[in-house]
Nanobody
C-alpha cells in the first residue's frame, strides 16, 4: 500500500481543515487506517483510527469531538476533518495503514503540515 497525504495548511485558531490520504494497492481495504501527528521536539502521537470497514473509529482524547476520521474504500481515500482547531494541533500529520488499532503501522504516507495560528 502506498499512501499520499494532502490538505495541510495554515489556518487561524477555531478554523477547519480536511486532510486527505490517497491509497494505492489492492489490499487497501484489508487495513485499518490511522492518522498520527508530530510536533517539533515531540514524539509522533496517535490521533485517530478507522477500521477497515469504517464501522469503528477511535480518537485521542485531545481531538475527540473536534476531529472526524472517515474513509471511502471505493475511492481508496481516508479523510480527517479537523474543526475548532487549536494552536496545539499544529504538527506534521501522517496517514498510516495498520492491521488493528494497536498494531504498528505497516505503511506510512509522507507528512502534511498543519499550522494553526492563535
Amino acid at each position: 500500500v502506498q499512501l499520499q497525504a494532502s490538505g495541510g495548511g495554515l489556518v487561524q485558531a477555531g478554523g477547519s481543515l480536511r486532510l486527505s490520504c490517497a491509497a494505492s494497492g489492492r489490499t487497501f481495504e484489508n487495513y485499518g487506517m490511522g492518522w498520527f501527528r508530530q510536533a517539533p521536539g515531540k514524539e509522533r502521537e496517535f490521533v485517530a483510527y478507522i477500521s477497515w470497514g469504517g464501522g469503528s473509529t477511535y480518537y485521542v482524547d485531545s481531538v475527540r469531538g473536534r476531529f472526524t476520521i472517515s474513509r471511502d474504500n471505493a475511492k481508496k481515500m481516508v479523510y480527517l476533518q479537523m474543526n475548532s482547531l487549536k494552536p496545539e494541533d499544529s504538527a506534521v500529520y501522517y496517514c498510516a495503514a495498520m492491521k488493528t488499532l494497536v498494531a504498528e503501522p505497516d505503511y506510512w504516507g509522507q507528512g502534511t503540515q498543519v499550522t494553526v495560528s492563535s
